[in-house]
Nanobody, 111 residues
């Protein structure tokens, strides 16, 4: 019933930037906490960033100061702005709210 669609991934050089988008079906984003997760090859899925319905944000230590999560309630979309990207940021990034997940978008940081 709930559909989450990520976009914006791709190949970027170290030090570069990308902005990921997560478009949600229905009026979801303004009422529920949203999160970005990632899973790198050979590693467990990890939480990257969250934003609550009240606008409070939290970040994994590994991305703090480099990534910014934001929400646009009118567009029903959550964003993850990524800067100063490192090779270790390479992963499939997933959007999440509650029990619902997007299909993921690949981010590859490589020279």
């Amino acid at each position: 019933q709930v559909q989450l669609v990520e976009s914006g991934g791709g190949l970027v050089q170290p030090g570069g930037s990308l902005r990921l988008s997560c478009a949600a079906s229905g009026d979801i984003v303004r009422f529920y906490a949203m999160g970005w997760y990632r899973q790198a090859p050979g590693k467990q899925r990890e939480l990257v960033a969250t934003v609550t319905s009240g606008g409070s944000t939290n970040y994994a230590d590994s991305v703090k100061g480099r990534f910014t999560i934001s929400r646009d309630n009118a567009k029903n979309t959550v964003y993850l702005q990524m800067s100063s990207l490192k090779p270790e940021d390479t992963a499939v990034y997933y959007c999440n709210t509650g029990m619902w997940w997007g299909q993921g978008t690949q981010v590859t940081v490589s020279s």
